[in-house]
């Protein structure tokens, strides 16, 4: 095999994006595409000249693809990669990866069991200033974490919202901001901080007319005493994501304006402990942290999947990883909802149980579907 063979499952918005953007990847060929709307399946087919499909069953039968990409709304995720995992054909989710953290390890498991490659596109990780923060987290420069912070700050319309009768529905979507514009932020915050140990939260829907949260804040405990705070809103504007992350020996932000880092000597506990001064303090350096010149966005998951396949190569984004995201999402919701802590890994019996409630009580939206792919994640 020269060339990975690629179809993609939900041609909507972001599988139309992932369409344009195969060029950019030498290694994989769109071969196929599926999609339940007979005009965006129409269209896909002319535009991309390959062959449609109604049904992802058809695509993975067809003798077509080596591997998709799963664009469809989030609940379709598990049993479409499951489905293709069982037949041998690698599978790239779109994020998240499921609405359970039950169905994101039945994922898991078949990658597992069947040895095929299996990725999420987080592609925020390919960023050089995230490659070089999980650089200092990796080489200890921080030391024990002390305090972990996630604020991310998005905006959505309400017609937004109005665009598609699956979105921000308990039935269609499985959560809001949580679900939706959340899992890169997360994924970026539990990649670097690592998981908590327990979550208290409050989720509310502030400003839009949608069944679920539009605003999630959660107080995190790690298990070695650490305390966090995170919030993820899409009421806010200006946007924009700010990680801190403060330690033994460092603090690490990470903002609009990039990465920064500062080194604490000889730590802060050390300090503390070993001076006599009543005001002491310890020397605190910021370091310039240099960032590697590298591709980055959407393609380069893909093309490191199709590397991955062909070459060995190891994955920027691999799934078992990109459960911890959806694990803290779940523990939020749950812990939101009922008013009461939750310890992590989340009670996947509870958790199914919470969803299963919420989906009996979500109702159909009257709206006319439209898709069209963000303008600032197309790349």
């Known amino acids: 095999m020269n060339v990975v063979r690629l179809g ?12 344009r ?23 896909a087919t002319e535009a991309y000249n390959v062959p449609g499909f109604t049904t992802h069953t058809e695509l993975l039968d067809s003798g077509l693809v080596d591997a998709v990409i799963i664009a469809t709304p989030h609940y379709f995720h598990p049993p479409i990669a499951v489905d293709a995992m069982e037949r041998g054909i690698h599978v790239i989710s779109e994020k998240p990866m499921a609405v359970q953290v039950s169905e994101a390890e039945k994922m898991i498991k078949t990658a597992e069991k069947t040895g095929v490659v299996f990725s999420v ?6 960023r050089p200033v995230h490659q070089a923060a999980k ?33 921000a529905t308990w039935k269609g979507e499985g959560g809001g901001v949580l679900l939706n514009q959340a899992p890169h932020g997360m994924d970026l915050f539990t990649w670097l901080a690592g998981m908590p140990s327990k979550v208290i939260a409050q989720v509310n829907t502030r400003q839009h007319i949608i069944e ?11 298990e070695n005493g650490a305390i966090g705070y995170m919030l993820e809103s899409v009421n806010e504007s200006p946007t924009g994501l700010r990680i801190e992350l403060c330690g ?20 802060v506990r050390a300090t503390s402990d070993g001076t006599d ?4 303090h310890p020397e605190v350096n910021e370091v310039e942290v240099p960032l590697e010149e590298r591709e980055t966005g959407h393609a380069v998951i893909v093309r490191n999947v199709a590397r991955a396949i062909l070459y060995g190569e190891a994955l920027i984004s691999p799934g078992p990883e990109a459960i911890y995201s959806l694990e803290l999402a779940n523990a939020i919701l749950l812990s939101g909802h009922t008013g009461q802590p939750v310890t992590l890994p989340v009670d996947r019996a509870a958790y199914d149980a919470f969803i299963e409630e919420k989906k009996a009580s979500s109702r159909d939206k009257d709206v006319e579907d439209q898709r069209i792919t963000d303008p600032n994640h197309v790349v």
């Open 212 to 222: 679920v949260e539009d605003e999630a804040s959660a107080l995190l405990e790690y």
């Open 121 to 126: 596109m987080f592609q925020e990780r390919t």
């Open 8 to 19: 993609i499952i939900g041609v909507g918005g972001m599988g139309s994006g992932h369409a």
């Open 21 to 43: 953007n195969m060029p950019r990847v030498p290694e994989a060929e769109l071969t196929a595409v599926c999609d339940i709307a007979p005009e965006a399946l129409q269209a």
């Open 135 to 167: 650089k200092l987290v990796e080489e200890g420069r921080l030391g024990p974490l002390y305090r972990a912070q996630l604020v991310d700050a998005h905006f959505r319309s309400q017609a937004y919202y109005n665009s598609a009768g699956w979105r």
């Open 277 to 280: 001064q009543m005001w002491g």
């Open 248 to 267: 033994e020996k460092g603090k690490l932000v990470l903002d609009h304006r990039g990465l920064h880092f500062w080194e604490v000597v000889p730590g």
